[in-house]
DNA sequence: TATTGTTATACTCTATAACTATA
DNA sequence: TATAGTTATAGAGTATAACAATA
């Protein structure tokens, strides 16, 4: 049932997305232009199923980056998500409102704001990351395995991540 | 020359991505995170190698789906390439100002607007083109041709597209 | 009545620089 | 001096609705 409406805020996404790259275009017959395409159409795949939990992707990167590591600062989140540091006020700002995270002073360095993570804010990730997971599955269930993973790795190669980070 | 600008720029533009989705984070092991920052990087890329032609690129967008079907109005223009009709109007104008292109009333239908590319507007979707063909070839260059096979084919997949629209 | 193009408006995003407090 | 965080501001981009001309 939460399933159903996600598949159809998808379908409908990829139909509203598809018109836009019709072949009305020799655009639509470059990798270039399938690309960019394709990353819109994730993004606001995740914007959508994201916001019955009330988060936005950006908060869900901001929570699940501080998942791994909980000693970060906002100077360090800004750096690893590419986010600007004004911006990133903002979004704590925000996950302070809805009682998801917390500031807290470095004791070692006055100047740092540590992002604390919540109980709260762990089980709204917890409910985003399973969104997450059903849409990508969802999403990516058209392909087969195998283009699956030639799409993870070509994108790997092409951003010059380090391939397989951690092995086994 | 005008070619090693072109991989200095791109160069530039991977390893300034490449920090923004570092390992730090467990985004980065997840297809939907990379398939953005790809989709990200490439318009980033697409708008530093036509710089220096003047147009951006969604003139360039324009451009080339009008040297396909030299008969479409602003209407099919913005439906055929996903952007808002009165976002199309400013498109146009700038085209106009930059004399690549020009209005015409249809005769048939005279509230449409049927855009014609000037022959200047020919010569620097000419050199456009080349700009892009060459950036893509460097940016695409580090993958096998397999793997540019199945990004093609995945991504046309995932948005919806016929598989090979024109065979042979 | 419906459609094409246009204009106006408000809203979101982003980029830049200045400011503070700490180091 | 340099850095972390904050604030202010301006610019770009986007979405919405209203409007005139035409069908």
């Given at each position: ?10 379908n ?11 072949e ?13 395409k ?45 986010i ?19 500031r ?65």
């Amino acid at each position: 049932m939460s399933a159903t409406f996600t598949a159809a805020v998808i379908n409908a996404i990829r139909k509203e997305l598809a018109v836009g790259i019709s072949e009305q275009t020799p655009l639509s017959q470059t990798i270039g232009y399938r690309l960019i395409k394709v990353g819109e159409m994730v993004m606001e795949t995740a914007e959508q199923v994201l916001a019955p939990t009330g988060i936005k992707p950006r908060h869900f990167n901001v929570l699940s980056t501080l998942s791994v590591d909980a000693t970060l600062s906002q100077r360090e989140l800004s750096t690893a998500l590419g986010i600007d540091p004004n911006v990133m006020v903002d979004l704590i700002d925000e996950l302070e409102r809805q009682g998801f995270a917390r500031r807290e002073r470095s004791p070692v360095d006055r100047r740092r704001h540590i992002v604390v993570v919540t109980p709260k804010g762990k089980a709204v990730l917890t409910k985003a990351q399973a969104a997450v997971n059903e849409a990508e599955e969802r999403v990516l269930g058209v392909l087969t395995s195998d283009q699956r993973q030639v799409l993870f790795e070509a994108a790997g190669v092409l951003l010059g991540l380090a391939p397989v980070p951690r092995a086994g």
